[in-house]
């Protein structure tokens, strides 16, 4: 079945920094691609989605691009808050039989002040 | 709006002992389901569905059984607790079934000892 791969955290980053948080899937055909986020103690939340190769998603200073030459959407952020401490899970969404999103194992992402 | 709503927040119980979690949503959403998040594994689908007065299996139903009690609420039932259940339990909700723009429900941290 389909599988969604992303970086293994916890990452530590100092506020201002600069956040890269990996993601491949193997799907085949043209899945869509999310970025759900997870506060502490709160359910998940869509933070963005791209639906077709090179869309580019962003929400809240996050940014993703779906290539899907290298199978990836790699989450983006230029400059990290102390709030966006965080789980955050990429996922997919496949139209073949299943018609259900297939989440990574999500990645901790703290922000030190 | 409440969104997606979740009781109990915590529990504990004994192997063999039974117990239902609860949800309901008020964004009259046509479908509803059940994930588990275990450490490394992200989230896994148990059932899901459909609409009102329909069900389905996820990936992980083995040990679970669900009721669509009406269009907003959908429980989730623990006949015979295994300590392989310990995880946190996250009910969700979308417009249709299949869609990805799900809205998720704040958790239940069970534990079975």
């Known amino acids: 079945g389909d599988s969604v791969t992303q970086m293994e955290g916890p990452v530590t980053l100092s506020e201002e920094a600069f956040l890269t948080i990996n993601c491949t899937y193997t799907?085949?055909?043209?899945?869509?691609l999310f970025w759900y986020v997870q506060y502490p103690g709160e359910g998940l939340q869509l933070l963005l989605k791209?639906?077709?190769?090179?869309d580019k998603g962003s929400n809240k200073g996050f940014e993703a691009t779906y290539r899907k030459e290298t199978t990836s959407f790699h989450l983006e952020k230029g400059s990290v808050q102390v709030s966006d401490s965080a789980v955050y899970f990429c996922?997919?969404?496949?139209?073949?039989?299943?018609?259900?999103?297939?989440f990574g194992s999500g990645t901790q992402l703290t922000v030190l002040p | 709006n409440a969104g997606v709503t979740q009781t109990p927040k915590f529990q504990v119980l004994k192997t063999g002992q039974s117990m239902t979690l609860q949800c309901a949503q008020d964004?009259?959403?046509?479908?509803m389901y059940w994930y588990r998040q275990d450490p490394g594994m992200g989230l896994r689908l148990i059932y899901y569905?459909?609409?009102?007065?329909?069900?389905d299996k996820g990936e992980v139903p083995n040990g679970y059984n669900v009721s669509r009690l009406n269009k907003r609420e959908f429980s989730l039932r623990l006949e015979s607790a295994a300590p392989s259940q310990t995880s946190v339990y996250f009910c969700?909700?979308?417009?249709?079934?299949?869609?990805?723009?799900?809205?998720f429900g704040p958790g239940t941290r069970l534990t079975v000892t």
């Open positions: 791209a639906t077709k190769a090179d």
């Open positions: 964004m009259n959403h046509n479908s």
């Open positions: 996922a997919d969404f496949s139209s073949g039989s299943a018609r259900q999103l297939t």
């Open positions: 569905s459909a609409s009102e007065g329909t069900t």
């Open positions: 799907a085949t055909g043209y899945p869509s």
């Open positions: 969700a909700s979308s417009e249709i079934v299949g869609s990805y723009e799900q809205y």
